[in-house]
């Protein structure tokens, strides 16, 4: 079986900055892009950012030169740096990894749980 579980999220000030990781584990799996995506209560889930395995990233405009994404492919772990936040990134953060089983020709998305980041004035 294999898990996405996401880390970091918190309670900051506007301006402050967090690191959140999501990490990919278990057995016999193949990993693809990664992406982070955030929800609001009563808005759609957006993508915030993406990153290929040839390295290759790209960012919602609204976080764009403030949030990198980052990856550690021996770690199965993706991260994303969030610096000068603002209380708009208020959200719940999930990760999502395309994963092709060991077993399967086909790739899958996989969802983490997602992890609280709230930024306060």
């Known amino acids: 079986q294999v898990q996405v579980v996401e880390s970091g999220g918190g309670l900051v000030q506007a301006g402050g900055s967090l690191r959140l990781s999501c990490l990919a584990s278990g057995s016999a799996f193949s990993l693809g892009a990664m992406e982070w995506h955030r929800e609001v209560p009563g808005k759609p889930r957006e993508l915030v950012a993406g990153?290929?395995?040839?390295?290759?990233?790209n960012y919602a405009d609204s976080v764009k030169g403030r949030f990198t994404i980052s990856r550690d492919t021996a770690k199965n772990t993706v991260y994303l740096q969030m610096n000068s936040l603002k209380i708009d990134d208020t959200a719940v953060y999930y990760c999502?990894?395309?994963?092709?089983?060991?077993?399967?020709?086909?790739?899958?998305?996989?969802w983490g749980r997602g992890t609280q980041v709230t930024v306060s004035p």
């Open positions: 999502a990894a395309a994963i092709r089983l060991q077993a399967s020709r086909t790739w899958n998305v996989f």
């Open positions: 990153i290929r395995t040839t390295g290759n990233t």
